[in-house]
C-alpha cells in the first residue's frame, strides 16, 4: 500500500501527552510536514526539542488557542493543511464538575472553531482524541463501537466528548468530503522508551498512572485505592491500559485510513484504541513495583463515585479496518514509565 507521507499535518494540542508521542510516530512513518499548535496550559515548549531529539525533525510549533479564530484563520492561511490531529482540550474529569462552562467553551467552542477554520480552507479531514467514557456506565464489555453512547456520563468532561463526536456527525454528513475519524481511546499509561517525552501533567492529576508517578516522586504522600468491592477478581477496577506508543502508532493507521479514501467521499469512522483485554488496578501498581525494586505508599479507600468495575475495549474493528493492534503490553508501559521519572 502506497500512502502519501507528503501529506501537511496539524497537530492541534501536539505538545500534549497522546499529541508529542503520535508527533514521533508520525515522522517514524514517514511525514514530516507537521505542525503543532498548543495553547501550553498542560504543556512544555521543551516537548519540541524532545520530539527532535527523538525523531531528528522539529514539527513547526505554534503557540496559540483554539479559542482564538483569528489565531486559527491565520495558521490555515499560512498553511495548506492536508489532515488535523485534534488533540487540543481539557480534560481533568474532577475538575469539569467543578468548571463545566469552561470544559463546554473549550473542548466543544474550540473544535467548533478548528471545524469552521478547516472548512473555510477546505480541509476535510480530521481525526479526533475521543474517550471511551463515551460509552456511559451501563455499556457491557468488551465495549463495542455499535454500543449505545451518551447515556449514563458521569461527568461533564465525559459529555463534551459525546457532544463533540454528534456534531462531527453532523459535519460529516453536511457536505461531501468530510472524511472524520473518531478514536475512543481506554486508559493511555506509559511513554516514549527513550524516557524524553512522557505524561506531565500541571496539578493535580486524576488519572491513575499520573498518580503513581507523583507518588513515586515523593509528590504525593500516597497512593488512594478507589475501591476493592467490585465484582473483578481481585476486587479492584479493571481497565484497558495501552501503551501511549501502540495509542500513538493508532493515529498513523487511522490517518493512512484516510488517505487511501477518494477526495470527495464522505465518511464517519469510529474505533476504539484498546488492548481488547482488562487489567487491574492492583496488577497495575504490582507490576510497576516489579519494576521499580520498591513498594507503593498506599492505601484502600471507598469506591470513587462513577466510577464502575470493569471497562476494556472490543478491538476487531481497529484490526480489520485499520489493520492497527496493540502490541507494547503493561510490563513495557512500567519499564518506560521509571525511565521517564529518571
Ligand atoms: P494533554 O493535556 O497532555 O494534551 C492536551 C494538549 O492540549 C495540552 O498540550 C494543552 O496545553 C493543549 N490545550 C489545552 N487547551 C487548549 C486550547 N484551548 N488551545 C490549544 N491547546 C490547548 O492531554 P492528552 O492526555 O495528551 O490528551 C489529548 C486528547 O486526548 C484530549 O482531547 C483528551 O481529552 C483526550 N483523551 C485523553 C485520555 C487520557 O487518559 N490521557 C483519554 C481519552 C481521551
Ligand atoms: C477516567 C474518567 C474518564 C476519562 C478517563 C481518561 C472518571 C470516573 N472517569 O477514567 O471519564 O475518560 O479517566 O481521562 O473519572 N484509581 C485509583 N486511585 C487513583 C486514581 C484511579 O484507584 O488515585 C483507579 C480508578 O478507580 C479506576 C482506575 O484506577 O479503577 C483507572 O482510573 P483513571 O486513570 O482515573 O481512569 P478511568 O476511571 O478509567
Same mark, same amino acid.
Given at each position: 500500500?502506497?500512502?502519501?507521507?507528503?501529506?501537511?499535518?496539524?497537530? @492541534?494540542?501536539?505538545?500534549?501527552?497522546?499529541?508529542?508521542?503520535?508527533?514521533?510516530? /508520525?515522522?517514524?512513518?514517514? #511525514?514530516?510536514?507537521?505542525?503543532?499548535?498548543?495553547?501550553?496550559?498542560? %504543556?512544555?515548549?521543551?516537548?519540541?526539542?524532545?520530539?527532535?531529539e527523538?525523531?531528528?525533525? &522539529?514539527?513547526?510549533?505554534? &503557540?496559540?488557542?483554539?479559542?482564538?479564530?483569528?489565531?486559527?484563520?491565520?495558521?490555515?492561511?499560512?498553511?495548506?493543511?492536508?489532515?488535523?490531529?485534534?488533540?487540543?482540550?481539557l480534560?481533568?474529569?474532577?475538575?469539569?464538575?467543578?468548571?463545566?462552562? !469552561?470544559?463546554?467553551?473549550t473542548?466543544?467552542?474550540?473544535t467548533?472553531?478548528?471545524?469552521?477554520? =478547516?472548512?473555510?480552507?477546505?480541509?476535510?479531514k480530521?481525526?479526533? %482524541?475521543?474517550?471511551? @467514557? +463515551? #460509552?456511559?456506565?451501563?455499556a457491557e464489555?468488551?465495549?463495542?463501537?455499535?454500543?449505545?453512547?451518551? !447515556?449514563?456520563?458521569?461527568?461533564p468532561?465525559?459529555?463534551?466528548?459525546h457532544?463533540i463526536?454528534?456534531?462531527?456527525?453532523?459535519?460529516?454528513?453536511?457536505? %461531501?468530503?468530510? !472524511?472524520?475519524?473518531?478514536?475512543?481511546?481506554?486508559?493511555?499509561?506509559?511513554?516514549?522508551?527513550?524516557? /524524553?517525552?512522557? &505524561?506531565?501533567?500541571?496539578?493535580i492529576?486524576?488519572?491513575? *498512572?499520573p498518580?503513581? *508517578?507523583?507518588?513515586?516522586?515523593?509528590e =504525593?504522600? &500516597?497512593?488512594?485505592?478507589?475501591?476493592?468491592?467490585?465484582? $473483578?477478581?481481585?476486587?479492584?477496577? +479493571?481497565?484497558?491500559?495501552?501503551?501511549?506508543?501502540?495509542?500513538?502508532?493508532?493515529?498513523?493507521?487511522?490517518?493512512?485510513?484516510?488517505?487511501?479514501?477518494?477526495?470527495?467521499?464522505?465518511?464517519?469512522?469510529i474505533?476504539?484504541?484498546?488492548?481488547?483485554?482488562?487489567?487491574?488496578?492492583?496488577?497495575?501498581i504490582? $507490576?510497576?513495583?516489579?519494576?521499580?525494586?520498591?513498594?507503593?505508599?498506599?492505601?484502600?479507600v471507598?469506591?470513587?463515585?462513577?466510577?464502575?468495575?470493569?471497562? #476494556?475495549?472490543?478491538?476487531?474493528k481497529?484490526?480489520?479496518?485499520?489493520?492497527w493492534? @496493540?502490541?507494547?503490553?503493561?510490563?513495557?508501559? *512500567?519499564?518506560?514509565?521509571?525511565?521517564?521519572?529518571?
Amino acid at each position: 500500500m502506497w500512502y502519501n507521507v507528503g501529506m501537511k499535518i496539524l497537530l @492541534t494540542g501536539g505538545t500534549g501527552y497522546i499529541g508529542s508521542h503520535t508527533a514521533v510516530e /508520525l515522522v517514524a512513518a514517514g #511525514y514530516k510536514e507537521i505542525v503543532i499548535f498548543d495553547n501550553l496550559s498542560n %504543556s512544555k515548549e521543551l516537548v519540541m526539542a524532545k520530539i527532535a531529539e527523538i525523531s531528528g525533525i &522539529e514539527p513547526e510549533f505554534v &503557540e496559540g488557542d483554539i479559542l482564538d479564530k483569528v489565531a486559527l484563520k491565520g495558521l490555515f492561511k499560512k498553511h495548506k493543511f492536508d489532515a488535523v490531529m485534534h488533540f487540543a482540550g481539557l480534560k481533568a474529569v474532577g475538575e469539569s464538575v467543578e468548571k463545566p462552562l !469552561q470544559y463546554y467553551e473549550t473542548n466543544v467552542g474550540g473544535t467548533v472553531n478548528l471545524l469552521e477554520a =478547516m472548512r473555510v480552507a477546505g480541509c476535510k479531514k480530521i481525526i479526533f %482524541s475521543s474517550s471511551a @467514557t +463515551v #460509552y456511559g456506565e451501563h455499556a457491557e464489555v468488551p465495549y463495542s463501537e455499535d454500543a449505545p453512547t451518551g !447515556q449514563g456520563i458521569t461527568n461533564p468532561y465525559g459529555e463534551t466528548k459525546h457532544v463533540i463526536e454528534e456534531i462531527l456527525k453532523d459535519v460529516a454528513e453536511s457536505e %461531501s468530503g468530510w !472524511q472524520v475519524v473518531i478514536l475512543r481511546y481506554f486508559n493511555p499509561v506509559g511513554n516514549h522508551p527513550s524516557g /524524553l517525552i512522557g &505524561e506531565d501533567p500541571n496539578g493535580i492529576p486524576n488519572n491513575l *498512572m499520573p498518580i503513581v *508517578m507523583k507518588v513515586a516522586r515523593g509528590e =504525593m504522600a &500516597e497512593l488512594l485505592i478507589f475501591g476493592d468491592d467490585y465484582d $473483578t477478581p481481585d476486587g479492584s477496577g +479493571v481497565r484497558d491500559f495501552i501503551h501511549v506508543v501502540d495509542l500513538a502508532k493508532g493515529h498513523v493507521a487511522a490517518l493512512e485510513k484516510l488517505s487511501g479514501l477518494a477526495a470527495d467521499d464522505s465518511a464517519i469512522l469510529i474505533y476504539n484504541l484498546g488492548t481488547g483485554g482488562g487489567r487491574s488496578v492492583f496488577e497495575v501498581i504490582a $507490576t510497576y513495583e516489579k519494576h521499580a525494586g520498591k513498594k507503593l505508599p498506599r492505601r484502600v479507600v471507598d469506591r470513587r463515585l462513577g466510577d464502575i468495575g470493569e471497562v #476494556y475495549a472490543g478491538v476487531e474493528k481497529a484490526a480489520r479496518e485499520l489493520g492497527w493492534k @496493540t502490541e507494547l503490553d503493561l510490563d513495557d508501559a *512500567m519499564r518506560d514509565t521509571l525511565k521517564f521519572l529518571g
